[in-house]
């Protein structure tokens, strides 16, 4: 769904400009590249397949980009993604404490989804990343950083808020609010929900904890999240879940066939040894670096 003036904003440019842009492409193509749906606006099938070509023509421009940077710049780069939690969670103080050691060392941020962080791992648009294991992917290293016990968030003036733990079918036909599908959360939810049996009563599917924790702190429903600091903030009572219990882990993940830069390398170790996790493989080294 496109938001004309939202995207205009977003360009830096004003939304006649961004029209005139689109409609010139569309003219150069011959083909129509969007399409009004009520008051909404709305990618065409063939928008749709044009911009999954779009997308890799930009990521090869960025890929280009730092790797002139690398070349031409005495500074380090590394290229650091993360699952949205992370970033309200340990990662600010991380970065911080390593670039106080490190001055010359730089990070390029990117938060997303676990499975677009996958695929920009495997393509090696990045050097790290801090999300959830992803065992059925051999390409893949992963390295135990945290791990997180699924806790039910409930307002402070819940009926359970005196449980000190709860089965997940305790909580009945009381509204939940969910991660949506693209989430590893989600995932860990709905296999819950099948061992124990449980349909929830959904009212919302959020895009991350944050959006999530937001009603829970106005008192309008529950959600089942990991533990993590983030929920200090908002007021929330976390009932540890114990049947059926589950936890998560947060991993530091690289391609096994990707060539880090020493800056990379020295930021993987520094994670190690402020986690205090052995190494279970070492990346391939960059000659050059």
């Known amino acids: 769904m496109l938001h004309y003036s939202q995207a205009a904003e977003a360009l830096h440019t004003s939304q006649p400009n961004l029209s005139y842009a689109i409609n010139e492409l569309e003219k150069e193509l011959g083909i129509s590249l ?25 990521n090869n ?44 060392v730089n990070f390029h941020l990117y938060m997303h989804h676990n499975n677009i962080i996958v695929s920009k791992l495997l393509d090696e648009t990045y050097d790290l990343a801090f999300t ?23 307002p402070q003036n819940h009926r359970l808020v005196r449980q000190t ?15 949506n599908r693209d989430s590893g959360i989600r995932r860990i939810t709905d296999d819950m929900c099948r061992e124990a049996q ?6 919302f599917e959020a895009e991350e904890i944050n959006a999530a924790a937001t009603y829970v702190n106005a008192g309008l429903a529950s959600c089942i999240l990991p533990r993590t600091p983030l929920h200090t903030k908002y007021n929330a009572i976390a009932i540890p879940i114990i049947h059926p219990a589950r936890s ?11 060539s880090m830069s020493k800056a990379a390398r020295k930021f993987l170790d520094y994670v190690l040894a402020r986690f205090k996790e052995p190494p279970i493989e070492k990346p391939p080294s960059q000659g050059r670096k």
């Open 165 to 179: 733990s709860i089965s997940l079918s305790a909580i009945g036909i009381d509204p939940v609010v969910i991660l």
């Open 248 to 258: 998560r882990s947060i991993c530091l993940l690289y391609s096994r066939s990707h």
């Open 132 to 154: 959830i294991d992803n065992p059925s992917i051999p390409e893949l290293c992963a390295i135990p950083i945290i791990q997180q016990d699924m806790m039910m968030f409930v």
């Open 198 to 203: 449980v349909q929830l009563n959904v009212i």
């Open 61 to 104: 421009l960025n890929k280009g980009r730092e790797t002139l940077l690398q070349i031409n710049n005495p500074t380090d780069i590394i290229s650091l993604a993360f699952i949205d939690e992370v970033g309200y969670d340990f990662l600010p103080d991380l970065l911080r404490n390593f670039t106080v050691e490190n001055p010359s």
């Open 34 to 58: 969007f399409e009004k749906k009520g008051r909404n606006i709305v990618l065409t099938q063939s928008g749709i397949y044009f911009s999954h070509y779009v997308e890799e023509a930009l």
